[in-house]
Protein backbone atom coordinates (compact mmCIF):
# COMPACT_ATOMS: atom_id res chain seq x y z
CA UNK A 1 0.00 0.00 0.00
CA UNK A 2 1.39 3.21 -0.67
CA UNK A 3 0.68 6.42 1.32
CA UNK A 4 -3.37 7.06 0.37
CA UNK A 5 -4.58 10.22 -2.16
CA UNK A 6 -5.26 12.83 0.96
CA UNK A 7 -8.35 14.41 -1.20
CA UNK A 8 -9.55 10.70 -2.82
CA UNK A 9 -9.70 9.72 0.90
CA UNK A 10 -11.56 12.36 2.04
CA UNK A 11 -14.29 11.68 -0.91
CA UNK A 12 -14.82 8.81 0.45
CA UNK A 13 -14.72 8.47 3.94
CA UNK A 14 -17.68 11.74 3.59
CA UNK A 15 -19.84 9.71 0.88
CA UNK A 16 -19.11 6.41 2.46
CA UNK A 17 -18.89 5.27 6.27
CA UNK A 18 -16.06 7.30 7.77
CA UNK A 19 -13.14 5.32 6.35
CA UNK A 20 -12.34 3.63 3.12
CA UNK A 21 -10.23 0.05 2.06
CA UNK A 22 -7.16 1.03 0.65
CA UNK A 23 -8.25 -0.81 -2.49
CA UNK A 24 -11.23 1.56 -3.26
CA UNK A 25 -9.02 4.51 -2.74
CA UNK A 26 -6.60 2.72 -4.91
CA UNK A 27 -8.79 2.77 -7.99
CA UNK A 28 -10.19 6.26 -7.76
CA UNK A 29 -6.69 7.76 -7.05
CA UNK A 30 -5.57 7.18 -11.23
CA UNK A 31 -8.09 9.84 -12.27
CA UNK A 32 -8.86 13.52 -11.89
CA UNK A 33 -10.98 14.34 -8.64
CA UNK A 34 -13.81 15.48 -10.91
CA UNK A 35 -13.72 11.63 -12.96
CA UNK A 36 -13.50 10.45 -9.25
CA UNK A 37 -15.87 11.66 -8.44
CA UNK A 38 -18.40 11.06 -11.50
CA UNK A 39 -17.20 7.48 -11.13
CA UNK A 40 -18.12 6.97 -7.82
CA UNK A 41 -21.65 9.20 -8.78
CA UNK A 42 -22.17 6.54 -11.61
CA UNK A 43 -22.08 3.50 -8.90
CA UNK A 44 -24.09 3.99 -6.66
CA UNK A 45 -26.70 0.91 -7.17
CA UNK A 46 -30.47 0.93 -6.70
CA UNK A 47 -30.64 -2.41 -5.21
CA UNK A 48 -29.02 -4.26 -2.56
CA UNK A 49 -26.18 -6.32 -2.61
CA UNK A 50 -27.25 -8.71 0.11
CA UNK A 51 -29.83 -11.28 -0.18
CA UNK A 52 -33.13 -9.86 1.36
CA UNK A 53 -34.70 -11.70 4.47
CA UNK A 54 -36.90 -14.50 3.00
CA UNK A 55 -39.98 -13.18 4.96
CA UNK A 56 -40.55 -10.19 2.83
CA UNK A 57 -42.71 -12.10 0.50
CA UNK A 58 -45.59 -11.94 2.92
CA UNK A 59 -48.82 -9.85 1.96
CA UNK A 60 -49.48 -6.44 3.75
CA UNK A 61 -51.66 -6.70 6.45
CA UNK A 62 -52.31 -9.79 4.69
CA UNK A 63 -54.99 -10.63 8.07
CA UNK A 64 -57.22 -8.48 10.76
CA UNK A 65 -54.86 -9.94 13.78
CA UNK A 66 -58.56 -8.59 15.63
CA UNK A 67 -60.50 -11.37 14.62
CA UNK A 68 -57.55 -14.23 14.86
CA UNK A 69 -57.12 -15.70 18.55
CA UNK A 70 -55.32 -14.31 21.06
CA UNK A 71 -52.57 -17.24 21.40
CA UNK A 72 -52.20 -16.36 17.34
CA UNK A 73 -52.23 -12.82 17.90
CA UNK A 74 -49.17 -13.39 20.36
CA UNK A 75 -46.97 -15.98 18.08
CA UNK A 76 -47.46 -13.26 15.12
CA UNK A 77 -46.28 -10.50 17.29
CA UNK A 78 -43.17 -12.71 18.55
CA UNK A 79 -43.01 -13.43 14.89
CA UNK A 80 -42.97 -9.82 13.90
CA UNK A 81 -40.40 -8.79 16.41
CA UNK A 82 -38.00 -11.60 15.29
CA UNK A 83 -38.07 -10.39 11.96
CA UNK A 84 -37.59 -7.11 12.79
CA UNK A 85 -34.16 -8.02 14.69
CA UNK A 86 -33.54 -10.16 11.72
CA UNK A 87 -34.41 -6.67 9.65
CA UNK A 88 -31.63 -4.26 11.64
CA UNK A 89 -29.12 -6.90 11.40
CA UNK A 90 -29.48 -7.11 7.40
CA UNK A 91 -28.91 -3.20 7.19
CA UNK A 92 -25.91 -3.57 9.54
CA UNK A 93 -24.52 -6.87 6.93
CA UNK A 94 -25.73 -4.39 3.47
CA UNK A 95 -23.34 -1.82 5.13
CA UNK A 96 -20.47 -3.89 6.14
CA UNK A 97 -20.67 -5.65 3.07
CA UNK A 98 -21.58 -3.73 -0.07
CA UNK A 99 -19.23 -2.27 -2.82
CA UNK A 100 -21.03 1.07 -3.01
CA UNK A 101 -20.73 2.10 0.61
CA UNK A 102 -22.37 5.95 -0.80
CA UNK A 103 -25.39 3.74 -1.47
CA UNK A 104 -26.07 2.76 1.94
CA UNK A 105 -24.80 6.04 3.23
CA UNK A 106 -28.04 7.95 1.27
CA UNK A 107 -30.23 5.46 2.74
CA UNK A 108 -29.41 6.37 5.81
CA UNK A 109 -29.78 10.22 5.12
CA UNK A 110 -32.86 9.77 3.83
CA UNK A 111 -33.97 7.38 6.55
CA UNK A 112 -32.85 10.30 8.73
CA UNK A 113 -34.52 12.67 6.76
CA UNK A 114 -38.07 10.54 6.31
CA UNK A 115 -38.36 9.54 9.18
CA UNK A 116 -40.18 6.08 10.20
CA UNK A 117 -39.44 3.79 13.15
CA UNK A 118 -40.07 0.55 13.94
CA UNK A 119 -40.84 0.43 17.19
CA UNK A 120 -44.23 2.22 16.05
CA UNK A 121 -44.65 0.96 12.96
CA UNK A 122 -44.19 -2.58 13.98
CA UNK A 123 -43.91 -4.12 10.93
CA UNK A 124 -40.08 -4.71 9.87
CA UNK A 125 -41.39 -5.71 5.93
CA UNK A 126 -42.89 -1.80 6.01
CA UNK A 127 -39.54 -0.34 6.73
CA UNK A 128 -37.87 -2.91 4.89
CA UNK A 129 -39.60 -1.80 1.61
CA UNK A 130 -39.22 2.09 2.87
CA UNK A 131 -34.98 1.69 2.90
CA UNK A 132 -35.75 -0.31 -0.55
CA UNK A 133 -37.85 3.19 -1.76
CA UNK A 134 -34.60 5.22 -0.36
CA UNK A 135 -32.16 2.85 -1.91
CA UNK A 136 -33.64 3.14 -5.54
CA UNK A 137 -34.47 7.16 -5.61
CA UNK A 138 -31.27 7.79 -3.54
CA UNK A 139 -29.84 10.36 -6.12
CA UNK A 140 -33.12 10.14 -8.08
CA UNK A 141 -35.51 13.55 -8.50
CA UNK A 142 -36.62 14.85 -4.75
CA UNK A 143 -39.81 15.85 -6.14
CA UNK A 144 -40.66 11.91 -6.98
CA UNK A 145 -39.28 10.79 -3.46
CA UNK A 146 -41.18 13.26 -1.40
CA UNK A 147 -44.50 11.96 -3.29
CA UNK A 148 -43.11 8.63 -2.81
CA UNK A 149 -42.18 8.93 1.15
CA UNK A 150 -45.87 10.69 1.33
CA UNK A 151 -47.47 7.36 0.02
CA UNK A 152 -44.83 4.99 1.89
CA UNK A 153 -46.54 2.78 3.60
CA UNK A 154 -44.41 2.81 6.87
CA UNK A 155 -45.00 6.83 6.08
CA UNK A 156 -48.54 6.08 6.30
CA UNK A 157 -48.29 3.97 9.37
CA UNK A 158 -45.64 6.47 11.45
CA UNK A 159 -47.10 10.04 11.05
CA UNK A 160 -50.92 8.76 11.67
CA UNK A 161 -51.67 9.53 7.62
CA UNK A 162 -53.33 5.97 7.75
CA UNK A 163 -56.08 7.09 10.46
CA UNK A 164 -56.41 10.50 8.54
CA UNK A 165 -60.02 10.95 8.02
CA UNK A 166 -62.28 13.51 6.75
CA UNK A 167 -64.03 15.61 9.43
CA UNK A 168 -60.99 14.87 11.90
CA UNK A 169 -58.23 15.60 10.36
CA UNK A 170 -54.34 14.22 12.02
CA UNK A 171 -52.00 17.04 11.53
CA UNK A 172 -49.10 14.90 12.23
CA UNK A 173 -47.52 14.31 8.77
CA UNK A 174 -48.66 17.99 7.10
CA UNK A 175 -46.70 19.41 9.89
CA UNK A 176 -43.55 16.89 9.26
CA UNK A 177 -44.25 17.49 5.77
CA UNK A 178 -43.23 20.93 5.83
CA UNK A 179 -41.28 21.58 9.31
CA UNK A 180 -38.86 18.66 8.48
CA UNK A 181 -39.12 17.36 4.75
CA UNK A 182 -39.23 20.29 2.57
CA UNK A 183 -39.43 23.93 4.30
CA UNK A 184 -37.68 23.60 7.78
CA UNK A 185 -39.27 25.00 10.74
CA UNK A 186 -41.62 28.03 10.97
CA UNK A 187 -40.44 28.84 7.34
CA UNK A 188 -42.92 29.66 4.74
CA UNK A 189 -45.87 28.46 6.26
CA UNK A 190 -48.70 28.96 8.89
CA UNK A 191 -50.63 26.92 11.48
CA UNK A 192 -53.51 27.32 9.21
CA UNK A 193 -51.59 25.53 6.32
CA UNK A 194 -50.70 22.83 8.68
CA UNK A 195 -54.58 22.41 9.22
CA UNK A 196 -55.43 22.73 5.50
CA UNK A 197 -52.74 20.36 4.17
CA UNK A 198 -53.61 17.85 6.75
CA UNK A 199 -57.47 17.63 5.21
CA UNK A 200 -55.59 17.42 1.61
CA UNK A 201 -54.16 14.25 3.52
CA UNK A 202 -57.54 12.68 4.36
CA UNK A 203 -58.00 9.41 2.95
CA UNK A 204 -54.61 7.69 2.29
CA UNK A 205 -54.43 4.42 3.32
CA UNK A 206 -52.19 1.32 3.17
CA UNK A 207 -53.45 -0.91 0.95
CA UNK A 208 -54.09 -4.14 2.43
CA UNK A 209 -53.38 -7.68 1.18
CA UNK A 210 -50.82 -6.17 -1.56
CA UNK A 211 -47.54 -7.77 -1.85
CA UNK A 212 -46.41 -4.62 -3.95
CA UNK A 213 -44.03 -1.67 -3.35
CA UNK A 214 -46.95 0.75 -3.62
CA UNK A 215 -49.39 -0.18 -0.95
CA UNK A 216 -51.02 3.09 -0.92
CA UNK A 217 -54.82 3.75 -2.27
CA UNK A 218 -57.13 7.00 -1.16
CA UNK A 219 -60.51 5.98 0.26
CA UNK A 220 -62.78 8.73 -1.01
CA UNK A 221 -65.47 8.01 2.10
CA UNK A 222 -62.70 9.06 3.99
CA UNK A 223 -61.63 11.94 1.68
CA UNK A 224 -62.15 15.33 2.49
CA UNK A 225 -63.37 17.09 -0.87
CA UNK A 226 -63.55 19.96 0.04
CA UNK A 227 -61.81 23.60 -0.73
CA UNK A 228 -58.98 24.32 0.52
CA UNK A 229 -57.18 27.73 1.44
CA UNK A 230 -53.30 26.66 1.36
CA UNK A 231 -50.44 29.21 1.41
CA UNK A 232 -52.36 31.55 -0.53
CA UNK A 233 -54.02 29.35 -3.27
CA UNK A 234 -57.71 28.46 -2.79
CA UNK A 235 -58.66 24.76 -4.48
CA UNK A 236 -60.43 21.62 -4.31
CA UNK A 237 -56.72 20.55 -3.07
CA UNK A 238 -55.47 16.37 -2.42
CA UNK A 239 -52.09 15.20 -1.19
CA UNK A 240 -50.06 15.67 -3.94
CA UNK A 241 -51.41 19.64 -4.68
CA UNK A 242 -50.27 20.59 -1.72
CA UNK A 243 -46.56 19.16 -1.85
CA UNK A 244 -46.41 20.80 -5.78
CA UNK A 245 -47.57 23.79 -3.89
CA UNK A 246 -44.80 23.64 -1.43
CA UNK A 247 -42.38 22.39 -4.03
CA UNK A 248 -42.59 25.97 -5.75
CA UNK A 249 -41.72 27.70 -2.61
CA UNK A 250 -37.38 28.61 -3.18
CA UNK A 251 -36.79 27.75 0.51
CA UNK A 252 -37.39 24.08 -0.32
CA UNK A 253 -34.12 23.66 -2.47
CA UNK A 254 -32.08 25.82 0.17
CA UNK A 255 -33.51 23.75 2.92
CA UNK A 256 -32.10 20.28 1.10
CA UNK A 257 -29.41 21.73 0.36
CA UNK A 258 -27.98 22.87 3.25
CA UNK A 259 -29.14 19.48 5.40
CA UNK A 260 -26.84 17.48 2.50
CA UNK A 261 -24.22 20.20 2.83
CA UNK A 262 -24.27 19.33 6.91
CA UNK A 263 -23.85 16.09 6.18
CA UNK A 264 -20.69 16.07 3.18
CA UNK A 265 -18.98 19.38 3.92
CA UNK A 266 -18.94 20.93 7.25
CA UNK A 267 -21.55 22.46 10.01
CA UNK A 268 -22.42 25.71 9.51
CA UNK A 269 -22.96 25.67 6.12
CA UNK A 270 -21.94 28.00 3.92
CA UNK A 271 -24.74 30.04 3.15
CA UNK A 272 -23.31 32.04 0.24
CA UNK A 273 -22.76 28.53 -1.37
CA UNK A 274 -25.58 26.89 -0.47
CA UNK A 275 -28.07 29.35 -2.23
CA UNK A 276 -25.54 29.10 -5.43
CA UNK A 277 -25.93 25.54 -5.40
CA UNK A 278 -29.87 25.90 -3.90
CA UNK A 279 -30.58 27.67 -7.38
CA UNK A 280 -28.95 24.96 -9.71
CA UNK A 281 -31.22 22.37 -7.55
CA UNK A 282 -34.09 24.22 -8.56
CA UNK A 283 -33.69 24.92 -11.66
CA UNK A 284 -32.77 21.34 -12.34
CA UNK A 285 -36.18 20.87 -11.04
CA UNK A 286 -35.08 19.06 -7.79
CA UNK A 287 -32.56 16.56 -9.39
CA UNK A 288 -30.20 15.41 -6.43
CA UNK A 289 -27.36 13.79 -8.89
CA UNK A 290 -26.40 16.99 -9.90
CA UNK A 291 -26.98 18.18 -6.59
CA UNK A 292 -24.37 16.14 -5.03
CA UNK A 293 -22.07 16.53 -7.34
CA UNK A 294 -21.73 19.90 -7.30
CA UNK A 295 -21.05 19.47 -3.48
CA UNK A 296 -18.75 17.10 -3.75
CA UNK A 297 -16.58 19.37 -6.51
CA UNK A 298 -17.22 22.25 -4.02
CA UNK A 299 -14.19 24.28 -3.28
CA UNK A 300 -15.37 24.20 0.28
CA UNK A 301 -15.60 20.47 0.52
CA UNK A 302 -11.95 19.96 -1.39
CA UNK A 303 -10.30 22.28 1.28
CA UNK A 304 -8.30 20.59 3.84
CA UNK A 305 -9.52 22.82 6.19
CA UNK A 306 -12.57 21.03 6.40
CA UNK A 307 -10.71 17.09 6.37
CA UNK A 308 -11.46 15.87 9.94
CA UNK A 309 -14.07 18.46 10.81
CA UNK A 310 -17.10 16.16 11.33
CA UNK A 311 -17.96 13.78 14.18
CA UNK A 312 -18.49 10.48 13.16
CA UNK A 313 -21.87 8.70 14.11
CA UNK A 314 -21.81 5.33 15.28
CA UNK A 315 -22.64 3.68 12.28
CA UNK A 316 -19.74 5.57 10.68
CA UNK A 317 -17.47 4.20 13.78
CA UNK A 318 -18.47 0.52 13.59
CA UNK A 319 -19.07 -0.13 9.91
CA UNK A 320 -16.02 2.11 8.72
CA UNK A 321 -13.65 0.14 10.96
CA UNK A 322 -15.33 -3.05 10.52
CA UNK A 323 -15.20 -2.46 6.68
CA UNK A 324 -11.27 -1.84 6.81
CA UNK A 325 -10.13 -4.13 9.45
CA UNK A 326 -13.00 -6.60 9.66
CA UNK A 327 -14.39 -9.59 7.63
CA UNK A 328 -18.08 -10.28 6.52
CA UNK A 329 -20.19 -10.70 9.99
CA UNK A 330 -21.01 -14.48 11.15
CA UNK A 331 -23.73 -12.27 13.17
CA UNK A 332 -24.52 -8.88 12.35
CA UNK A 333 -27.35 -8.61 15.29
CA UNK A 334 -24.29 -8.51 17.49
CA UNK A 335 -23.01 -5.06 15.41
CA UNK A 336 -26.92 -3.98 15.44
CA UNK A 337 -26.56 -4.07 19.38
CA UNK A 338 -23.01 -1.81 19.33
CA UNK A 339 -25.23 0.67 17.52
CA UNK A 340 -27.89 0.66 19.96
CA UNK A 341 -25.39 0.71 22.82
CA UNK A 342 -23.73 3.45 21.09
CA UNK A 343 -26.69 5.85 20.46
CA UNK A 344 -27.95 4.95 17.02
CA UNK A 345 -30.23 2.22 16.76
CA UNK A 346 -30.71 2.26 13.13
CA UNK A 347 -34.76 1.73 11.77
CA UNK A 348 -35.58 3.39 15.41
CA UNK A 349 -34.72 6.75 15.75
CA UNK A 350 -35.17 8.84 19.31
CA UNK A 351 -38.47 10.66 17.05
CA UNK A 352 -39.87 12.62 14.02
CA UNK A 353 -36.71 14.40 13.83
CA UNK A 354 -34.21 11.52 13.64
CA UNK A 355 -30.60 11.65 15.16
CA UNK A 356 -29.10 15.00 15.71
CA UNK A 357 -25.75 13.83 15.11
CA UNK A 358 -22.68 16.44 15.73
CA UNK A 359 -21.54 16.72 18.80
CA UNK A 360 -24.56 15.11 20.26
CA UNK A 361 -22.78 11.57 19.21
CA UNK A 362 -19.71 12.63 21.87
CA UNK A 363 -21.86 14.05 24.53
CA UNK A 364 -20.79 13.14 28.12
CA UNK A 365 -23.36 10.27 27.92
CA UNK A 366 -22.51 8.49 24.81
CA UNK A 367 -18.48 8.75 24.47
CA UNK A 368 -17.58 6.77 27.49
CA UNK A 369 -19.75 3.96 25.68
CA UNK A 370 -17.94 4.99 22.77
CA UNK A 371 -14.08 4.76 24.13
CA UNK A 372 -14.78 1.74 25.96
CA UNK A 373 -16.20 0.03 22.53
CA UNK A 374 -12.91 1.25 20.70
CA UNK A 375 -10.82 -0.37 23.85
CA UNK A 376 -12.31 -3.50 23.11
CA UNK A 377 -11.62 -3.58 19.53
CA UNK A 378 -7.54 -2.06 20.17
CA UNK A 379 -7.50 -5.14 22.34
CA UNK A 380 -9.06 -7.45 19.51
CA UNK A 381 -6.94 -5.90 17.12
CA UNK A 382 -3.36 -7.02 19.18
CA UNK A 383 -4.95 -10.34 19.67
CA UNK A 384 -5.20 -10.94 16.34
CA UNK A 385 -1.45 -9.45 15.35
CA UNK A 386 0.12 -11.03 18.00
CA UNK A 387 -1.38 -14.44 17.94
CA UNK A 388 -2.87 -14.49 21.57
CA UNK A 389 -5.46 -16.63 21.90
CA UNK A 390 -7.44 -14.88 24.96
CA UNK A 391 -9.17 -11.57 24.95
CA UNK A 392 -9.68 -9.78 28.51
CA UNK A 393 -13.71 -10.41 29.73
CA UNK A 394 -13.63 -6.77 30.42
CA UNK A 395 -12.85 -6.46 26.61
CA UNK A 396 -15.19 -8.14 25.03
CA UNK A 397 -17.73 -6.57 26.95
CA UNK A 398 -16.77 -3.21 25.62
CA UNK A 399 -16.99 -4.67 22.33
CA UNK A 400 -20.16 -5.71 23.10
CA UNK A 401 -19.28 -9.40 22.30
CA UNK A 402 -18.32 -9.10 18.92
CA UNK A 403 -15.96 -12.43 18.29
CA UNK A 404 -12.59 -11.63 17.72
CA UNK A 405 -12.69 -13.27 14.65
CA UNK A 406 -14.78 -10.57 12.80
CA UNK A 407 -11.17 -8.89 12.74
CA UNK A 408 -8.99 -9.62 9.79
CA UNK A 409 -5.47 -11.05 11.24
CA UNK A 410 -4.00 -10.83 7.91
CA UNK A 411 -4.98 -7.58 7.20
CA UNK A 412 -4.21 -5.85 10.54
CA UNK A 413 -0.77 -8.32 10.38
CA UNK A 414 0.17 -6.73 6.58
CA UNK A 415 -1.07 -2.55 7.63
CA UNK A 416 1.54 -3.23 10.92
CA UNK A 417 4.01 -3.64 8.77
CA UNK A 418 3.44 -0.80 6.86
CA UNK A 419 5.17 2.87 7.96
CA UNK A 420 3.83 4.43 10.41
CA UNK A 421 2.75 7.55 8.01
CA UNK A 422 1.07 5.18 5.88
CA UNK A 423 -1.35 3.53 8.26
CA UNK A 424 -2.01 6.83 10.14
CA UNK A 425 -2.75 8.51 6.84
CA UNK A 426 -4.99 5.39 5.91
CA UNK A 427 -7.29 5.14 9.60
CA UNK A 428 -6.74 8.84 10.37
CA UNK A 429 -8.29 12.40 8.49
CA UNK A 430 -6.25 14.03 9.99
CA UNK A 431 -2.43 13.96 12.04
CA UNK A 432 -2.99 12.09 15.21
CA UNK A 433 -2.57 13.83 18.54
CA UNK A 434 -1.18 10.92 20.34
CA UNK A 435 2.24 9.03 19.99
CA UNK A 436 1.33 5.61 17.80
CA UNK A 437 1.78 3.28 20.22
CA UNK A 438 0.07 1.02 23.06
CA UNK A 439 -2.32 -1.79 22.91
CA UNK A 440 -3.03 -3.12 20.14
CA UNK A 441 0.03 -1.84 18.54
CA UNK A 442 0.06 1.11 15.61
CA UNK A 443 -3.21 0.33 14.34
CA UNK A 444 -4.64 -0.43 18.27
CA UNK A 445 -3.09 3.14 18.64
CA UNK A 446 -4.68 4.76 15.81
CA UNK A 447 -8.04 3.72 16.41
CA UNK A 448 -8.15 4.98 20.36
CA UNK A 449 -6.55 8.59 19.17
CA UNK A 450 -9.24 10.96 19.68
CA UNK A 451 -9.04 12.13 15.58
CA UNK A 452 -10.33 8.58 15.15
CA UNK A 453 -13.99 9.97 16.05
CA UNK A 454 -13.17 12.37 12.89
CA UNK A 455 -14.25 12.25 9.33
Do not use: C
Not at 4 to 33: C, K, Q, V, W
Not at 126 to 148: I, P, W
Not at 355 to 379: H, Y
Not at 384 to 393: C, P, R, S
Request: charged letters at 25%.
Amino acid sequence: MALPNPEIRHLLARTGFGMARPEEIDALSGRSYAQAVDRLLDGVATKPFTTPPDWLNVPLFAQLEANLPKDRRDAMQMERREDGREMKAWWWAEMLNTPSPMTEHMVLFWHNHFTSALNKVSRPELMYRQTELFRTMALGNFEKLVKASAKDPAMLVYLDTNSNKAGAPNENFARELMELFTLGEGRGYTEQDVREAARAFTGWRVVTGNTSATGWRVDGLQHDGGSKKFMGRTGRFDGDDIIDIILQQPQVAEFVTEKLWHDLVSDPADRVEVQRLAKAFRDSKYELKPLVRAVLLSDAFRDPQNRGSLVKSPTDLIVGTFRVIGTPPANPSLFAAAGRALGQDLLDPPNVKGWPGGLSWIDTSLLPARNAFMNGVAAGVEVQVTGKQTLATQARRDMKNLPVQALDADRLKKMSALPDAEVAALLLPVAPVAKINGVGGKVGALLLDPTYNLK
